[in-house]
């Protein structure tokens, strides 16, 4: 069984135990709540257009904890640039995809 401990959260840890890290656990707080919010927004209920509400604060979360984590910690910063270029073709694709489906219907809650 592969195991591995994801990058964002290396980062938190190596983080959280320096002084002065307000912003950065912050935007990282904030970055893992909206990737809660955006991922069944977008692949569960099928919601491309009102996920977008949610990549937005998203990338901003993720870009803001990038360069807060550079600033205390460099392997913490650069462990970010993946997430935040993820991100970034996440959010091309959210839009791609909602502008060529327009008539994609949201999943209703009686849908599931």
């Known amino acids: 069984m592969d ?3 994801p990058v964002d959260l290396v980062a938190g840890a190596r983080i959280a ?16 709540a909206f990737s ?4 069944p927004m977008f692949f569960g209920l099928r919601r491309l257009r ?11 979360a993720v870009f803001g904890a990038t360069i807060a984590n550079f600033q205390l910690d460099f392997w ?10 993820w991100v970034s073709v996440a959010a091309a694709l959210n839009v791609g995809m909602w502008r060529l489906n ?11």
């Open 76 to 85: 913490a910063g650069l462990a970010f640039v993946p997430y935040l270029l």
């Open 17 to 32: 135990v320096i002084d002065g890290n307000a912003y950065a656990m912050a935007f990282w707080g904030m970055q893992a």
């Open 3 to 5: 195991q591995h401990l």
């Open 50 to 60: 009102d996920s977008l509400f949610a990549m937005l604060p998203l990338w901003i």
């Open 102 to 112: 327009p008539g994609v219907e949201p999943l209703r809650s009686a849908d599931f």
């Open 36 to 39: 809660t919010l955006w991922s």
